[in-house]
């Protein structure tokens, strides 16, 4: 079965960086698009950050461009969201999220999510 795992949630202070990582096993992620999204009590889960498997095309959320990097190691199933000038609005719990066919930026579109990590981003 098909499991995605997050780590590196933490507390960190503002400006400050944190690298989560999302480890996926029991299927062929080779063919299915990667996505981090977060979700803040009461309120619905937003995309952060996409990037497709083969090739590595990357997509952002205009909160996060520029300050946040996707990337992912094929040779160990993982994939990586570089999150750094952290703001105390990046706290939230983060998910990654797997899929096949197009990228997508919606949350009902994705097969499979881990269980979360959380992120707090003191001011």
């Known amino acids: 079965q098909a499991q995605l795992v997050e780590s590196g949630g933490g507390l960190v202070q503002a400006g400050g960086s944190l690298r989560l990582s999302c480890a996926a096993s029991g299927g062929t992620f080779s063919m299915y698009h990667m996505a981090w999204f977060r979700q803040d009590p009461g309120k619905e889960r937003e995309f952060v950050a996409a990037i497709r498997w083969i090739g590595a095309s990357t997509y952002y959320a205009d909160s996060v461009k520029g300050r946040f990097t996707v990337s992912r190691d094929n040779t160990k199933n993982t994939v990586y969201l570089q999150m750094n000038s952290l703001k105390s609005e990046d706290t939230a719990v983060y998910y990654c999220?797997?899929?096949?066919?197009?990228?997508?930026?919606?949350?009902?579109?994705?097969?499979?999510w881990g269980k979360g990590t959380q992120v707090t981003v003191s001011s």
């Open positions: 999220a797997a899929k096949p066919g197009p990228v997508s930026a919606s949350a009902y579109e994705y097969n499979y």
